[in-house]
């Protein structure tokens, strides 16, 4: 069954570091997304994207963090500065099509900011 | 007022028990309602997804959408030790929106 890939399971940051997330959609979506879960608290959207565009995002996505699908494959995330308070689980999901279809999730990368 | 509300449990059932699971919202606009699972250290997989009110069963696993009570249930017939997991109420309005909002999920064991 296809599934949503992401890498690395762990990374490991000092403050004030960029770091990338990456994210191999399921092959045939064409929207995509990034949640995160700080520990203990639900899961929390911060950014879809569609056409190579953002098309909606959260307050939690403010200037630090950035989007981009570089191949016809790869999505990632970027976080220019990180925080310490950017420590939590980042998931990537995709659907075929908006809101009729539903999103598959990946297994998340744990970001520690140390 | 929270937009979702769900139960954070723990909650301990012995197997072959029927599980309900539930959630409230505060949004009308909501009108497609999913639940997932997620086991320790995995991604949220899609279990149920509804549209607007009504029922839908799936094998063990039957989902009921309250519209009118702003109310979610996911019920498990004949639970497994396997079900033991955290389950994940989610939604959106799909008006534009497609960002799914959860609920804090509901952590469930079931004892063999």
């Known amino acids: 069954e296809p599934e949503v890939t992401q890498t690395p399971s762990h990374q490991v940051t000092q403050m004030g570091q960029e770091v990338i997330l990456r994210c191999v959609p399921i092959s045939n979506h064409l929207y995509f997304y990034w949640y995160r879960q700080i520990l203990g608290q639900k899961v929390e959207f911060l950014v879809s994207f569609y056409n190579n565009e953002i098309s909606e995002k959260s307050e939690i996505f403010d200037d630090q963090f950035s989007v981009e699908r570089p191949d016809g494959s790869n999505f990632t995330l970027k976080i220019r500065s990180t925080k310490l308070e950017d420590s939590a689980m980042y998931f990537c999901a995709s659907s075929e099509a908006n809101v009729e279809q539903p999103q598959h999730f990946g297994d998340g990368t744990r970001l520690s900011i140390l | ?37 997620q086991y320790s250290r995995k991604g949220p997989e899609l279990l149920m997804y509804t549209y607007s009110s009504g029922n839908k069963e799936d094998g063990r696993f039957t989902a009921q959408v309250d519209k009118s009570s702003k109310y979610i249930s996911l019920f498990i017939r004949d639970s497994q030790p396997s079900d033991s997991a955290t389950y994940l109420c989610a939604m959106t309005s799909g008006a534009g929106s497609y960002q799914l909002t959860f609920g804090k999920g509901t952590k469930l064991s079931v004892i063999p």
Do not use: H
């Open chain 2, 1 to 37: 007022q929270k937009e979702v509300e769900q139960d954070p449990g723990p909650l301990s059932v012995p197997e072959g028990a029927i599980v309900s699971l539930n959630c409230t919202y505060s949004n009308s606009a909501f009108q497609y309602f999913m639940w997932y699972r």
